[in-house]
């Protein structure tokens, strides 16, 4: 269904520009940007993927990854089509990598659907907008976001983090929880791999941090691509410098996907990123290892507090105002 988007000039009776990410598309009649699901229809921009749902699931709030938001929590997750991304690596190709066809297998909800099928699972604690780039579909984002809210629902965005300033901005009031994805901390790997650009990303993390949303930061590690250990570096002290060393940091494993067959990152590698990281940060966790059992640990008195083991939490360190049992140190809130 196509609605008219938010987020766009028009430059003539037949041209249109985008505002809502860098990309800044110019785009004429019938064409579309980067993303391939915001088009300019009649001279105005048009998403058609509103109410276009191509994933619909209750997952655990770990599957984000977020491993100090409400630990051990369900979570409705849903998604639609389109990236402002071109990564050949994409992990969600089929429905990232895609415009909308007729042939696509997707299901039509408004977003006061969306809601109510959160609020019918008792122990599910809101609503979170991942599996394909969820700026693309910002318009269906935010009014599920903010209807989500009234109703006492928290919200998740799982996101690339290329998006402009302003657009994110209106959705800080309604999101309260990021897994944004920092895939290299190199322009050339941006430009080359990606398509798009670091910087943009670099600033929405200091967005989201400086609003005192809760962030948590992802880093695929993909052999001879981004795997220097000079640049994951530079990262980290980026990171621990400028959003804080209590940034909960996941290092995850590549595996082969889409257009890149280099193989998966050996685990030996991963597990000497995570040391490197944990010099300078205080919750380092790797992804992508499924034998690999995590654990989190009391800053203050090292307490165990969550043990998990793939998606089995145990949160039995914590009190149920999310302090720790030991020490009393103010952790996380889980009620």
Request: proline residues 4%; aromatic residues 12%; charged residues 20%.
């Amino acid at each position: 269904m196509s609605t008219e988007a938010q987020w766009y000039l028009p430059l003539s009776s037949e041209t249109v520009q985008c505002t809502l990410c860098p990309h800044i598309c110019i785009l004429k009649e019938g064409k579309s940007g980067i993303c391939r699901v915001r088009m300019n229809q009649g001279g105005k921009l048009a998403t058609e993927v509103y109410g276009f749902v191509s994933s619909i699931h209750f997952d655990p709030i770990e599957k984000k990854p977020l491993y100090h938001f409400f630990p051990g929590s369900t979570i409705l997750s849903l998604g639609t089509y389109g990236c402002n991304l071109r990564c050949f690596f994409c992990q969600n190709c089929t429905i990232s990598q895609t415009a909308v066809k007729p042939e696509l297998p997707r299901s039509f909800y408004t977003p006061e659907q969306i809601v109510q099928i959160a609020l019918k699972r008792p122990e599910n604690i809101g609503i979170a907008f991942t599996y394909n780039e969820p700026v693309v579909w910002f318009e269906y984002m935010y009014d599920i976001a903010r209807l989500a809210k009234d109703a006492g629902l928290k919200t998740v965005m799982v996101t690339n983090g290329f998006v402009n300033k302003e657009p994110l901005d209106a959705l800080l009031e309604y999101i309260d929880a990021f897994s944004v994805d920092l895939k290299a901390f190199s322009e050339e790997f941006y430009t080359k791999v990606t398509s798009s650009k670091l910087e943009p990303v670099k600033e929405t993390l200091k967005q989201i941090n400086q609003a005192g949303k809760h962030l948590e930061v992802v880093n695929l590690v993909i052999p001879e691509l981004n795997d220097d250990e000079a640049s994951f570096s530079g990262m980290v002290s980026w990171i621990a410098n400028m959003l804080g060393k209590e940034t909960v940091f996941h290092i995850s494993r590549y595996y082969p996907n889409y257009n890149l067959k280099t193989e998966a990152t050996s685990i030996s590698s991963i597990r000497k990123l995570k040391r490197m990281a944990e010099k300078e940060m205080d919750f380092v966790y790797t992804g992508n290892i499924y034998t690999e059992v995590s654990e989190t640990h009391c800053i203050k008195c090292n307490n165990l507090l969550i043990t998990r083991n793939s998606y089995s939490v145990i949160t039995g360190g914590l009190d149920e105002e999310g302090r720790c049992r030991a020490c009393g140190n103010y952790f996380l809130k889980k009620v």
